[in-house]
Structures are given as structure tokens and as C-alpha cells.
């Protein structure tokens, strides 16, 4: 276990309490900069894996009506059914997890820049000893960057999101933006279970990260923010917009639905209203007649007398 730690605070924190220090140093002594920075060097540094999962989600995409197919013809063999839909796969020389790459790689760098955000935001001059400690002797700028400045915007990036001005917008903000980053990277579903699985994740990630957000240091939400919008974007120019877009146009027809809705009530009703006026139109008509030939019955009798 020792043996680990020292290989993660030398491949993992130790870089990045540099890098970000360095950051810090360049961009004006701002600290929110420095990680919106950060942040999309990371995501370049990504980019050929993010690249690899969109043309993985949009070739499964391509094969969902062949593994429909195979699905439906092996419906009672499961077991045949996995081996054919795997031998499909083999066959394009693609993998299922494949789509769960940049996922995985980002966990480490979230869970690093975790603890070098608590490293680098020093409260006590014991912290500030341990900092200096752990940035780079040939690297002269992170030492005369500190100690770093923590303020952004009206944020104090140290500081927990449940105690700042506004508790619940990063929150908010975060789950929002993996919502919307999940709906972007969801492959396909070719199959109930696949489609329940995609749901759950769906909304279990963005109400996780959004609770845990509660618990984070605000410059902790502000990288998952700028990398979920950043890997938005990606997603968007690469495999399309179609998941925003049928948002945008599924609130649309609702819409329209309920504008059909009430037009169609409004006709229903006019028509009703036709109806009722038409029958009475009708009754008043059979009460004229009546009283008609009642005077002219009338008339008659006093005729003949």
C-alpha cells in the first residue's frame, strides 16, 4: 500500500499541484483560470480516446438494425445470441467497453485534482511548509507563486460548495451538465436491459455528483463543469447534436400536442355548441309548425260554424 501511494502522489498529485501552481503563475495569479486551463489540457490530452468512444457509440449505433436481427433469429438461444451479436463485434474490431475508456481514464485525474486542490489551497503555515515540499526545485515560477489566491469570480474555490453564497448552484450545475453529457455519450440500446441500464445511469450519475458536488471544494465542481461542457462540445462536432436537438424537439411537440389539444377541445366544443343550438334551432321550429296548424285548425272550426 505504501508502494502505491508513493506511485500516485508521483505520477498523479505531485504533477498536478505543479501544473496548476504553474498555471497560477502564468494566467495572472488567478486560480479559476488556471483550472479552466487545466481542465482543457486534460481534455486534449483525452482527445484521441474521446475520439475512439464516439466512433465506437456511432458504429453500435450503424449496427443496432444487424443486432435487432440476431437477436429476434436467436430469441431462444441467449447463449447463441451473445455469440453471434460478440462475433459481430470481432468482425468490425470493436469492443463494448470501449465507450467507458475516457470515463475511466478521468476518474484517477478527478480523484487527483481532488486531493492537489486541498494540497495547493493552503489554509496554515504547516500547509504552506508541506506545498513547498512538493513543487519542483527546477521549476523557480511555482515557487514565488505562492501562497495562491483562491478567489474567482464571487467563489472561494477552497472552500466547500454547502458553505458558500449560493450552496446549491454548482450542484445544480454539475448534475445539469452531466445530465446533459451523459445524454450526448449514451450508446444505443439494443435491448430492454441495455435501455433500463442506459436510464439508470442516465440520472443516478447527475444526482451523484451533483449530491457529492455539496461536499467538494467549489474549484473541484468548477472542473467537472468546464470538462462536462468541453466533452459536450467534443461529443457534438464528432458524432452530432441529435440528443440535444431531440430534446429540443421533444419539448416542441409537447407543445404543439397541447396546443392540438386545446384546439381540438375548442372545435369539439363549438361543435357541441352547433349541436345544441341546431336542436333547439329544430325545436323551435316543430313549436312553430304546431302552433301553426293549431290556429289553422282553429280558424276552420270557427268557419264551419
Known sequence: MELLGIIWETVITTPMINSLVLLYSIFFNNFGISIIVFTCLIRLMLFPLTLKQSRQMKAMSDLSPKMKM?????????????????????????????????????????????????????????????????????????????????????????????????????PILVGVSTWLMQKMSTSVATTPQQASTNRLMLWMMPAMFGFFTLNFENGLALYWIMSNLIGILIQGFITGWDPLLNLLNFRKNQIDDNNNEVIVNKEETLNEEDRDLGEDGGRSDRNRTKRTRHKSNRSRNRGRK
Open 70 to 170: 440476431i437477436q429476434a433469429k436467436y430469441a431462444e438461444d441467449k447463449a447463441k445470441q451473445q455469440q453471434e451479436i460478440m462475433k459481430m463485434y470481432r468482425e468490425k474490431g470493436m469492443s463494448p467497453l470501449g465507450c467507458l475508456g475516457p470515463m475511466i481514464v478521468q476518474m484517477p485525474v478527478f480523484f487527483g485534482l481532488f486531493w492537489s486542490l486541498r494540497a495547493t489551497l493552503i489554509s496554515t503555515p504547516e500547509k504552506l511548509s508541506e506545498l513547498s515540499d512538493k513543487l519542483y526545485s527546477w521549476l523557480p515560477q511555482v515557487h514565488s507563486a505562492i501562497p495562491i489566491d483562491s478567489t474567482f469570480l464571487w467563489l472561494d474555490l477552497g472552500e466547500y460548495s454547502r458553505n458558500s453564497q449560493y450552496p446549491y448552484l454548482l
